[in-house]
């Protein structure tokens, strides 16, 4: 007789994307097309420099190692200190992933959560949260106004900031406070800064800005990708840096999964991470598409909340999200739903700036009817 399973897909939620086809196809019928905001996908060309690099290092035979570098290391620690003030981290502390969306959705499950463990969630947030915790068979929490969450006790807490997808920033003495209340409690905690390069309206901090953490990383990973600064997206180029301790655990298990960065990519984020020439210029590609969107969107009769730093619009028109999902729809453009990121988000649709700038104007033109 076999034995009995249980699917581990059955434990997840429906993937947020498969919900909107039906809208997908409204947008695709209008007559100039579809214009699709729906997610964060590049748009632009990879930085010359960058490909040269991959390249040159494409005739590399060998395994590569799962520690990565020690260039792609020390790049990677100058790189947050220098471009965000954090403090400065040893190449031990640094360990480069296959893109951000992997390393969070197993980073439950490799810091070995206990089934029945508490992971704390930012109010809105960003899908793969929710997944992690549910993969490693613990239990997610939303967080309440405060940020945090009134428990006495949490093995984990995802922080966000800036917000995908609401764009909103944490600021010096919210993620202190969010810190210190997870350091009471013996939590990890994980900060995606996935977008902290992208800051329009306010200053956008890291979890490891000695403001933050008065320079102790002890029980801090914070999580960076090139896929949005760098265009890398197809790379999946990321990693976590923080708590030595906690990077020797991920490091470990990461080694006996095989989970290795190809030595290409590897070198490709090395001349990434040690130029910041084409993180500014993407910045003001994005700002200025910013620039041309947020005013047609307020015009349209929408309010725009948040939204001071990444690549979304967090936009409302005080309506069941899914009413005005199609009302955009039926004009051309593909947005994606609040609901997709919590209850919370239930109102707003999120309208991604990755778009060409064509596709911008086109879709401002759209909404000014």
Not at 40 to 51: A, E, N, Q, S
Not at 106 to 116: E, H, Y
Not at 150 to 158: K, N, P, S, T, W
């Amino acid at each position: 007789m076999a034995a009995s399973r249980i699917p581990v897909s059955a434990s997840l939620p429906d993937f947020p994307w498969d919900t909107i086809a039906g809208a997908r196809s409204t947008a695709a019928a209008h007559p100039g097309g579809i214009v699709d905001l729906s997610v964060g996908t590049p748009v632009d060309p990879v930085d010359p420099l960058i490909r040269e690099a991959l390249a040159a290092a494409s005739e590399f035979p060998g395994y590569p190692l799962t520690v990565g570098t020690g260039e792609l290391r020390a790049a990677a620690a100058a790189a947050l200190h220098r471009r965000y003030d954090t403090v400065e981290l040893a190449g031990e502390q640094i360990l480069p992933v296959i893109g951000t969306k992997e390393a969070i959705a197993g980073v439950c499950s490799t810091l070995g959560l206990q089934s029945g463990s508490t992971v704390v969630l930012p109010k809105i947030a960003y899908p793969t949260y929710e997944v992690g915790a549910l993969l490693a068979g613990a239990t997610p929490v939303r967080a309440d106004d405060s940020g945090t969450a009134d428990l006495a006790e949490a093995a984990l807490v995802f922080l966000n900031s800036p917000s995908n997808p609401t764009g909103a920033v944490l600021g010096v003495d919210e993620l202190r406070a969010a810190v210190a209340w997870a350091r009471e409690r013996g939590a990890i905690v994980v900060s995606d800064e996935c977008y902290l390069g992208l800051a329009w309206e306010a200053e956008a901090v890291s979890v490891l800005d000695p403001r933050v953490c008065d320079g102790d990383t002890t029980g801090l990973l914070a999580v960076h990708s090139l896929s949005k600064i760098s265009n890398l997206a197809s790379y999946r180029a990321g990693f976590f840096a923080g708590d030595r301790g906690l990077i020797a655990e991920l490091l470990a298990v990461r080694k006996h999964s095989g989970l290795i960065v190809p030595f290409p990519i590897q070198a490709a984020m090395t001349a990434a991470l040690a130029d910041d020439r084409h993180v500014e210029e993407q910045a003001q590609r994005y700002r200025a598409r910013r620039e041309v969107l947020k005013p047609a969107v307020i015009e349209a009769g929408m309010r725009v909340d948040d939204s001071e730093a990444g690549l979304y619009l967090w936009a409302t028109r005080d309506e069941d999200a899914r009413v005005t999902h199609h009302w955009l729809a039926q004009r051309g453009i593909l947005a994606a739903p609040g609901d997709f990121y919590g209850p919370a988000g239930a109102t707003h649709v999120r309208i991604a700036l990755t778009a060409s700038d064509e596709q911008i104007a086109e879709a401002a033109r759209r909404l000014r009817g």
